[in-house]
Every structure is written in structure tokens, then in C-alpha cells.
């Protein structure tokens, strides 16, 4: 029992957080942990339980779920806890807001089934998941809306090789780590060993965070969509 994902929902919607925790579950390898129909109790909840998954909703009342993912994210007794995002929602400003709070991935509720059970594995395996239908816009967004004030240290400061930045691209371009292989035309453990090395120069919690990086420096840009 020790093995299973534990899985935290939170969602306003009481049949919606119903339906997701049987599906959940009903998964061999997870199992919902609790429900929370806003932030604050969610907090409450990830102290309680500590998840490794949280599924969180972003339009609750009172706390929402990007104040609850930061101080999430923030907390030293509750950052081990990943969020996974799901909303009905695909603007990118939410799918931004999310990133910036520290969610590790982005799904919107349409999402089959199937889907939703495998992004919460990724998620919980410490890789980043952005649906795939908002990736480009956001590659756009940050293109055209960029905040220096918030940008990451990853010029020369950062020590990156040319090799890392080319891979820390492929990250921003929403590549996994064996399409990025396929692309450079090198074996999947040297692509890890990359993403390893840049979470560490980077000082990034996971893929999310070096997608943020890739996005906000223009090694993704306009250009490369």
C-alpha cells in the first residue's frame, strides 16, 4: 500500500470530486486521499495527508486554486506535494498564473479519462505535463508579454553549455525527454542527464519550471513555433 499515489481533489463541483475520486481509485497503482471544495481547506487537507498529487481546480470560492497552489509550492511542510491543474479554463492567463504558482502540470477537464490517470503518474514522478492544445499559445504569450522583473538568471550566469540550452529549448517547446532524444539524435539517459543538470544550474523545481525558463529568456519564442 505503501507504493500507491495519493491523490488529493480539489474541485467546488461535489459530483465532479465524487467522479474523480472513484476514478482514482479505481486506478491498481493511485488512491484519493480526500476532497476539498476550496483552497483553504484543501491546504488543510495537504497538511493533513500529504499527497504526492494534488488535482486542483482554479475557479473555487474564497481561496482559489492559484493562491492555494502557491502557498503550496511555497511551504518547506508542503512543496512535496505537486499540483496538477485541471479547469475548465484554457486561457493563458490561467495556464501562466499556474506555471508562475508552481503547478507541475496543466490539464483542462475534458481530458479523457485514461489521460487524466497518466498525467497524474507523470506528475507524481516529478516529470512537468502541459496539455498539449495550450502550448503553442503560451509560447506566443510570453513572446509577446514579457516581464524582465521576473525573468531567471540564465545567461552566461547560469553556466548553461550549448548542448543544455538546446535541450532546455526542446523543454520549452514541449518536447519529452525521448522526443528531445529522437531530436538531438542522442540516447535517452544523456537527455536526463541534461534535464538533471539544468534543474540544478537553474535552481528548478521540475520540467514545469524549466518550461517557465525556456519561455521567459526567448529561448522559445514566436519564431520557434
Known amino acids: 500500500m505503501t507504493d500507491l499515489i495519493r491523490v488529493l481533489v480539489a474541485d467546488d463541483q461535489g459530483l465532479l470530486r465524487g467522479a474523480l475520486h472513484l476514478l482514482i481509485d479505481a486506478a491498481p497503482d493511485l488512491t484519493a486521499v480526500g476532497e476539498a471544495a476550496d483552497g483553504e481547506h484543501a491546504l488543510d487537507l495537504v497538511r493533513e495527508t ?8 482554479i475557479r473555487m470560492p474564497g481561496m482559489d486554486g492559484l493562491e492555494a497552489t502557491r502557498r503550496i509550492t511555497a511551504s518547506p511542510e508542503t512543496c512535496t506535494s505537486r499540483v496538477l491543474i485541471l479547469t475548465t479554463f484554457d486561457l493563458d492567463e490561467y495556464v501562466y498564473a499556474a506555471l508562475r504558482a508552481g503547478a507541475s502540470g496543466f490539464l483542462l477537464k475534458e481530458t479523457p479519462p485514461a489521460d487524466l490517470l497518466t498525467a497524474i503518474r507523470v506528475v507524481a514522478a516529478g516529470d512537468a505535463l502541459i496539455a498539449p492544445s495550450v ?26 553549455t550549448d548542448r543544455e540550452r538546446e535541450v532546455l529549448t526542446l523543454i520549452g517547446r514541449g518536447l519529452s525527454n525521448t522526443e528531445a532524444a529522437t531530436y538531438l539524435h542522442v540516447s535517452l539517459s544523456t537527455i536526463k542527464t541534461h534535464v538533471g543538470r539544468l534543474l540544478m544550474k ?16 526567448g529561448l522559445v519564442g514566436a519564431r520557434a513555433t
Not at 135 to 160: K, M, V
Open 50 to 57: 500529504r499527497p504526492h498529487v494534488v488535482l486542483m481546480d
Open 135 to 160: 502550448t503553442r499559445r503560451l509560447i506566443a504569450e510570453f513572446a509577446n508579454r514579457p516581464e524582465p522583473s521576473q525573468r531567471p538568471h540564465t545567461g552566461p550566469d547560469a553556466g548553461l
Open 202 to 217: 537553474l535552481g528548478a523545481r521540475d520540467r514545469a519550471q524549466l518550461v517557465i525558463v525556456a519561455y521567459e529568456t
